[in-house]
Structures are given as C-alpha cells and as structure tokens.
C-alpha cells in the first residue's frame, strides 16, 4: 500500500506492510536457513539501511543505533514503533538479522561460523 511516510507509524506498530517515499515496510523469510523465522523489516533508501526489525520468532523489536543522513533520521523518527522495548544494534548487525533472522544470527555466532 503507498502511503505518505507520516502515516507509517501505525503500519510499522501493526507490523503491515507498506510502501513510501523511500521508505518502506515488509516481511522477510530467512534466507540463509531452512526456517519459518520471518521478519518485519523497515528500510529507509535501499536494503543497506534497515531501520527496525520485528524478529517474529523472538518478538523483538531491534533499531539501527547509527545515522546517516537527515532524510534517514527523519525516517527513523516517523517509523519508530511506540511503547515497545527496542534493541539498539548496529546497521550491519541489523543487515544480518534482515537476512537469516535473530536466532540464526545468536546460532552462527555461536558456533563462531560469522562474527558481527
């Protein structure tokens, strides 16, 4: 659904997903694993930056510490999920949990098989 991105707060809380201007919502599967992990990812400009991520199989939510630039940042502000306790990691942190999910990423570091 195409939105103006000063409504995308509710769709980020209700974990919907969305699309805005540069500035989006959607779900991922894990790729890396054979797995129904899936996760609800917030981008702003590209899948380099994602903002939050709702980890569905822990039901966490985790946000990029890092900034960027003042269009991200103000992404950042409009997109942030309220009243939920949320795990500040870094972007490349982030970029992996995107990918494989949070279980995985605590399961790779684990076995020392990817260091973050």
Not at 29 to 40: A, G, H, P
Not at 91 to 104: H, K, L, N, S, W
Request: charged share 20%.
């Amino acid at each position: 659904m195409k939105i103006a991105n000063s409504k995308c707060r509710s769709l980020v809380e209700s974990r919907t997903p969305f699309q805005g201007s540069n500035l989006w919502g959607t779900w991922h599967n894990s790729t890396i694993v054979e797995s129904t992990d899936r996760q609800y990812v917030v981008y702003s400009w590209g899948h380099h930056f994602p903002m939050y991520i709702y980890d569905e199989a822990t039901q966490v939510w985790f946000g990029s510490i890092q900034k960027s630039s003042q269009s991200t940042t103000r992404h950042q502000s409009l997109a942030r999920p309220r009243d939920v306790e949320i795990h500040w990691l870094t972007t490349r942190v982030m970029c992996v949990i995107a990918v494989c999910g949070y279980t995985e990423l605590v399961r790779l570091r684990l076995t020392g098989e990817v260091v973050v």
